[in-house]
């Protein structure tokens, strides 16, 4: 299926995310569960608050998708662009998904996901040119950190800081861990 024949049928489909693998498989994603949706909605609130000290590069969330070098089409839970990423960027490119892999990306562990899956999806992005990913597992309270040519880390506690593209932002993951209370 072409790019283009990919990104309509994505589009009129909208009650659902698809993504494609590079292998052109189409994965379906449900709609995401009242806490998934609340903790995506912090990160997101967080990330945006982050970019607006700079107003530099862009903050995408998780209705965005990226057609990635490797041919996979995939939508991160958040993603920040750095400037020099969107160069080349006009307008009717933001009518469509970007030919672009984020410089940042984050991806949060839902309860239908399985760890394994989401730690491959990890490396498919830094296999594509992502300079730095988050996987959130809210429901461990523990965020896997990938980096390129890196040692996957395990980061616990209430707060993680960012590093390269994302160099001074500050997740509260308190905030985040209280998406998933009641």
């Given at each position: 299926?072409?790019?283009?024949a990919f990104?309509?049928?994505?589009?009129?489909?909208?009650?659902?995310t698809?993504?494609?693998?590079r292998?052109?498989?189409?994965i379906v994603?449900?709609?995401?569960?009242a806490?998934a949706g609340?903790?995506n909605?912090?990160i997101?609130?967080?990330l945006?608050?982050?970019?607006?000290?700079?107003r530099?590069?862009?903050v995408?969330?998780?209705?965005?998708?990226?057609?990635?070098?490797?041919s996979?089409?995939?939508?991160?839970?958040?993603?920040y662009?750095?400037?020099?990423t969107m160069?080349?960027?006009?307008?009717d490119?933001?009518?469509?998904?970007?030919?672009?892999?984020?410089?940042?990306?984050?991806?949060?562990?839902?309860?239908?996901d399985?760890?394994?899956e989401?730690?491959?999806?990890m490396?498919?992005?830094?296999?594509?040119?992502?300079?730095l990913?988050?996987?959130?597992?809210p429901?461990?309270?523990?965020?896997?950190?990938?980096?390129p040519?890196?040692?996957?880390?395990?980061?616990t506690?209430?707060?993680i800081?960012?590093?390269g593209?994302?160099?001074?932002?500050?997740?509260d993951?308190?905030?985040?861990?209280n998406?998933?209370?009641?």
């Amino acid at each position: 299926m072409s790019d283009e024949a990919f990104e309509a049928l994505c589009f009129a489909n909208d009650f659902f995310t698809l993504e494609r693998t590079r292998e052109g498989e189409i994965i379906v994603h449900a709609p995401a569960a009242a806490a998934a949706g609340d903790g995506n909605a912090e990160i997101i609130y967080q990330l945006r608050a982050w970019w607006k000290t700079h107003r530099r590069g862009r903050v995408f969330d998780s209705s965005t998708g990226f057609f990635l070098v490797d041919s996979s089409m995939l939508n991160p839970d958040a993603a920040y662009l750095l400037p020099k990423t969107m160069k080349g960027v006009d307008r009717d490119a933001i009518d469509h998904f970007l030919y672009r892999c984020p410089d940042f990306v984050i991806e949060v562990l839902s309860k239908s996901d399985r760890l394994s899956e989401a730690k491959a999806k990890m490396e498919r992005w830094i296999e594509n040119g992502a300079a730095l990913g988050w996987l959130i597992d809210p429901y461990k309270r523990r965020v896997f950190v990938y980096a390129p040519g890196e040692q996957t880390a395990t980061i616990t506690g209430k707060s993680i800081q960012g590093t390269g593209p994302i160099d001074g932002f500050t997740l509260d993951l308190a905030e985040v861990w209280n998406c998933y209370e009641i």
